[in-house]
T-cell receptor
Framework: EDQVTQSPEALRLQEGESSSLNCSYT??????LFWYRQDPGKGPEFLFT???AGEEKEKERLKATLTKKESFLHITAPKPEDSATYLC????????????FGTGTQLKVEL | DSGVTQTPKHLITATGQRVTLRCSPR?????VYWYQQSLDQGLQFLIQ???????AKGNILERFSAQQFPDLHSELNLSSLELGDSALYFC??????????????FGEGSWLTVV
């Protein structure tokens, strides 16, 4: 069974203080690793998909990287509007056609 | 706006009742997924349909059922509701059946409160 573990559970940063969120996964065969952002009471908003180890993708202050066992979401010089829960999910060869999600990292960026 | 539309946005109902949640996928998307998100758990996969046929089943209770209609909209039916069924229910859609390269987009969810 696919497993996704995210850490830390919660992270508090000062504006401009860069950091990284971790997503460790165990799958039978990775078809894709997804990052989503979720605001309270809202649906997950797609950020990135990564397919193979070594791949990197960037969007504004966010950069996602992938290894064979984990993915990192790097946040550079965050702003208060980056505050949200960041979710990691995997699509695997053994998991059928569903995304398996981690429980997320709740990020709060303060002035 | 992801293009996935869910109704109703909020619903309050009593234990033992039955409700139907509705989802319209993004234009052109053939695959629909249903997820449940409660406070103490992450997003839990319930069921997936592709072009009207069930393709994958997750931890969906027997009291719950879903279907996808010829116009590709989907409905999730929840019956004999219990307090523990209170949660956010999300619908998501993609072009194909979870193929790598297909982004899965989520709707804004339906808040269900069972009292």
């Amino acid at each position: 069974e696919d497993q996704v573990t995210q850490s830390p559970e919660a992270l508090r940063l000062q504006e401009g203080e860069s950091s990284s969120l971790n997503c460790s996964y165990t799958v039978s065969g990775l078809r894709g690793l997804f990052w989503y952002r979720q605001d309270p009471g809202k649906g997950p908003e797609f950020l990135f998909t990564l397919y193979s180890a070594g791949e990197e993708k960037e969007k504004e202050r966010l950069k996602a990287t992938l290894t064979k066992k984990e993915s990192f979401l790097h946040i550079t010089a965050p702003k208060p509007e980056d505050s949200a829960t960041y979710l990691c999910a995997v699509l695997s060869t053994g998991g059928g056609n569903k995304l398996t999600f981690g429980t997320g990292t709740q990020l709060k960026v303060e002035l | 706006d992801s293009g996935v539309t869910q109704t109703p946005k909020h619903l309050i109902t009593a234990t033992g009742q039955r409700v139907t949640l509705r989802c319209s996928p993004r234009s052109g998307d053939l695959s629909v997924y249903w997820y449940q998100q409660s406070l103490d758990q992450g997003l839990q996969f319930l069921i997936q349909y592709y072009n009207g046929e069930e393709r994958a089943k997750g931890n969906i209770l027997e009291r719950f059922s879903a279907q996808q209609f010829p116009d590709l909209h989907s409905e999730l039916n929840l019956s004999s509701l219990e307090l523990g069924d209170s949660a956010l229910y999300f619908c998501a859609s993609s072009v194909e059946v979870g193929r790598a390269g297909n982004t899965i987009y989520f709707g804004e969810g339906s808040w269900l409160t069972v009292v």
